[in-house]
């Protein structure tokens, strides 16, 4: 199979911690891809010239980081992220959560990075706004002792957006999200990930 990531994409970033998570290294070749230079191989794989996209051994292409972690997930063995029967609607919920802080904070983000007199204010602080009530949602539905999908893409949001949104000003308000971002950024396959 083959992984199509870029280094600072939140999205590729859960993919590739959880392919490091369950093992399967010598099954998924990660290959780094540039979506802002029309990237041929990245095209075939996702026509919507996003990262992650995976191809597998079978030359089926999925796309979209929550569907893609789902089906290695299935494919890799224990340890699962995604638990089975009632449990998984909360991993779920969870997961979709942080997907959503980091899809405001991409928009936000390319906002930012426009010429000035092309940037819409509005825009920025409507999607600043959704971040930081996004992250009181996370705040309240977060369980600090699990470690399972939801863990993973939430802690890929706040580290992402500590690297692209360095001035949003999280942290001393969400303790809980703190604490689960220290925590889990120790770990091999955080660090061997880290935004770049």
């Given at each position: 199979?083959?992984?199509?990531?870029?280094?600072?994409?939140?999205?590729?970033?859960?993919?590739?911690?959880?392919?490091?998570?369950?093992?399967?290294?010598?099954?998924?070749?990660?290959?780094?891809a540039d979506p802002l230079s029309g990237d041929a191989a990245l095209l075939t794989a996702n026509p919507m010239n996003?990262?992650?996209?995976?191809?597998?051994?079978?030359?089926?292409?999925?796309?979209?980081?929550?569907?893609?972690?789902?089906?290695?997930?299935?494919?890799?063995?224990?340890?699962?992220?995604?638990?089975?029967?009632?449990?998984?609607?909360?991993?779920?919920?969870?997961?979709?959560?942080?997907?959503?802080?980091?899809?405001?904070?991409?928009?936000?983000?390319?906002?930012?990075?426009?010429?000035?007199?092309?940037?819409?204010?509005?825009?920025?602080?409507?999607?600043?706004?959704?971040?930081?009530?996004?992250?009181?949602?996370?705040?309240?539905?977060?369980?600090?002792?699990?470690?399972?999908?939801?863990?993973?893409?939430?802690?890929?949001?706040?580290?992402?957006?500590?690297?692209?949104?360095?001035?949003?000003?999280?942290?001393?308000?969400?303790?809980?999200?703190?604490?689960?971002?220290?925590?889990?950024?120790?770990r091999r396959s955080f660090r061997e990930t880290a935004p770049a």
């Amino acid at each position: 199979m083959r992984l199509f990531y870029s280094p600072a994409s939140p999205f590729a970033r859960k993919c590739r911690i959880l392919i490091r998570e369950k093992g399967m290294h010598a099954l998924v070749e990660e290959v780094r891809a540039d979506p802002l230079s029309g990237d041929a191989a990245l095209l075939t794989a996702n026509p919507m010239n996003q990262v992650p996209a995976l191809i597998d051994n079978d030359g089926v292409a999925w796309t979209d980081s929550p569907l893609i972690c789902a089906r290695l997930d299935s494919l890799g063995g224990a340890p699962f992220f995604i638990p089975e029967g009632e449990a998984r609607w909360s991993v779920l919920r969870r997961e979709v959560i942080a997907d959503g802080a980091m899809e405001l904070g991409v928009k936000y983000r390319l906002e930012s990075i426009r010429p000035k007199g092309e940037r819409s204010a509005n825009w920025m602080a409507r999607w600043r706004a959704g971040i930081l009530r996004t992250l009181d949602v996370a705040e309240g539905e977060t369980d600090p002792e699990a470690f399972d999908l939801a863990a993973i893409a939430t802690v890929c949001a706040l580290t992402w957006l500590d690297f692209r949104l360095p001035d949003l000003g999280w942290r001393q308000a969400r303790p809980r999200l703190a604490g689960i971002q220290d925590l889990h950024e120790r770990r091999r396959s955080f660090r061997e990930t880290a935004p770049a």
